[in-house]
Every structure is written in structure tokens, then in C-alpha cells.
């Protein structure tokens, strides 16, 4: 089926209001399958932390940023160890080169890109690790299932991703774009809809009911899927929060967490404990997906 709502999403690696909102994005891709594509423009939250300044969370050193992202994490669900801004050490610190990296990732195709971005943001976000160093993204990137590494590294060193991402950086100045998250989402089915001609802007972290508000006005015949199998669901996308879960099948985070316990004591979801929170990730030896779980109706 061919996508009839394309979602620009503005985003950078670092950003904690975007990793909280990776449970609205899943929602959208599992409800919506595609119908809906997400393309993704890198937006270089911090060019250079010794020249950086929020002025909405009052944020100048990597040390202010460290309580904003304990409120993040606290207000989303989403787990988050904010002790990565209390041990970075460099005055100039910037988020632009995990911008390149991935942008040199998206080069090999969307799925890839997708794939080494969320690795990007797991390692940032929950494990403490310095996204922006070259051995620290070559070591994520050898995780990434499907990226050919030396095609990364000789566009990393070419000057291609460098050159992707300036034009990820005009968009986001072409369309005003400040701050992240931002979706833009732009009809682009084959088929006339009145009022679905004009893009809608969507400034910073919002319920996921906003954004199906947006979608629905723009593509009012669009198909809504029921979530497919928790089993499925971690193979497809692969490690995912109890958040994002609990988002995807419309459950409470207590109700999510107490389903996701039952099915590890079964041996069919494992825990990966972070600060925060957990992901859940495919067994081992995964059995095949049940028709359908009965914790999990609402």
C-alpha cells in the first residue's frame, strides 16, 4: 500500500522530549503500518555546549541538563539515566557528530537509518554512553543488523553525511524549526482530500490523540490496525520500554509491567533493566507468537 501521510520528524539523537515520545511514533507505525511514512531530519540540538543556551529550561552547562532529563523521564514513563551530562567532561561537547553518524547511516536506506538512530538514542538515553565519540559509534553500529560498516565509515569520512546533514539543517531552517521534538505532517495520497492540502506543524512532545487528530483530518479514510503479538511486535521493532508497550496496546504502565512479568515467567519476553525502567527483547529461543493473549485485551 502506498503511504498517503508522510510525517517529517525533526529530531536529534540526544534529545530526551524526543525519546519520550518514541512511544507515540510506535503507536503510529503499529496502528497505521504504511499508510504512514516517517522520514527523519537530523536538527543539531547543541552545536557547541560552550556557546549553548535553552532559554526555555534556562540550560547552559551539560550539568543543568541533567535534572531536565530526570523531569523527562519522570513526567513520560520513558526510562532515562541522566548521569551521562554529569560525567561528560568537555567543554565543547556537541550533538552534531551522532547527527552525522547517523545521517551516514540513513545513506544506506530508511530501515537502516531507523535502526542505527534508536540504537544511537537506547545507548544515550538509558546506558550513559557518549554518543558523540567515533568509538563509541563504531561499537553501536556493529550492532546494527543490515549496515554495511565500511560504506558508514568511508561516508563518514568522505564528507557525505557531513554534507546530508547541512541539508537536513536548511530544512529545519526552511520550515522555523527550533526545537524537538517537531513533526510536520503533509498529505500524499493519490487522491484529492479537501483540506488536506496544507502541511501541519507539530511543535514539541505531544499524546499520541494529537497526532491521530492530525492524520485523521488529513487522511480521514485511513485504516487503523489492532497491535499485532508482544512476540511480534519485539521481533519487528526489536527492544522496547514497558512504555512504549504500554502505549502501543493503550494499557497503563502498571498493567503493561505486570503483563510483560507474566510473559518472562513463561520464557517468552526477556527484561533488560535500566535506570528508570526496563526494555523487553525477544527471548533467546523465542516460541512461535500466540494467536493472541488474553492480558493484553482491554
Known amino acids: 500500500m502506498t503511504s498517503r501521510v508522510e510525517v517529517t520528524y525533526f529530531t536529534d539523537p540526544y534529545c530526551s522530549w524526543c525519546w519520550a515520545t518514541e512511544p507515540m511514533l510506535y503507536r503510529i507505525r503499529e496502528t ?29 552547562t551539560a550539568a543543568q541538563v541533567a535534572p531536565h532529563w530526570r523531569m523527562v523521564s519522570q513526567r513520560s514513563g520513558q526510562p532515562i539515566d541522566e548521569g551521562l551530562w554529569l560525567e561528560l567532561d568537555d567543554p565543547h561537547f556537541s550533538t552534531w557528530p551522532a547527527c552525522i553518524a547517523v545521517k551516514a547511516a540513513f545513506l544506506q ?65 526552511r520550515y522555523g524549526v527550533t526545537g524537538f521534538p517537531t513533526l ?24 499520541y490523540a494529537t497526532y491521530r487528530e492530525v492524520l485523521r483530518r488529513l487522511a480521514p479514510t485511513l485504516k487503523e490496525h489492532p497491535p499485532r503479538t508482544i512476540e511480534e511486535l519485539l521481533r519487528i521493532y526489536g527492544p522496547l520500554t514497558t512504555r512504549e508497550l504500554a502505549e502501543i496496546y493503550g494499557r497503563d ?46
Open 32 to 60: 497505521f503500518r504504511d499508510q504512514v511514512r516517517i522520514r527523519y531530519v537530523m536538527g543539531g540540538l547543541v552545536r557547541d555546549m560552550a556557546e549553548f543556551y535553552d532559554a526555555l529550561n534556562d540550560i547552559r
Open 109 to 173: 536506506g530508511e530501515e537502516i537509518g531507523e535502526r542505527l538512530l534508536r540504537r544511537f538514542r537506547r545507548a544515550a538515553l538509558t546506558e550513559r554512553r557518549n554518543i558523540s565519540r567515533r568509538e563509541v559509534q563504531e561499537e553501536l553500529a556493529r550492532e546494527v543488523e543490515g549496515l554495511d560498516l565500511a560504506r558508514w565509515r568511508v561516508d563518514l569520512e568522505n564528507g557525505r553525511a557531513a554534507r546530508a546533514f547541512e541539508e537536513d539543517l536548511e530544512e529545519c531552517r
Open 184 to 207: 510536520l505532517f503533509r498529505y500524499v495520497g493519490p487522491v484529492a482530500v479537501p483540506g488536506a492540502q496544507r502541511p501541519v506543524l507539530v511543535v514539541g512532545h505531544r499524546a
Open 253 to 298: 504502565l502498571p498493567g503493561m509491567r505486570e503483563a510483560m512479568e507474566a510473559l518472562e515467567r513463561e520464557g517468552r519476553a526477556r527484561r533488560i533493566p535500566v535506570p528508570g525502567g526496563e526494555f523487553w527483547a525477544s527471548p533467546t529461543a523465542s516460541p512461535e507468537p500466540a494467536e493472541s493473549d488474553p492480558r493484553l485485551q482491554n
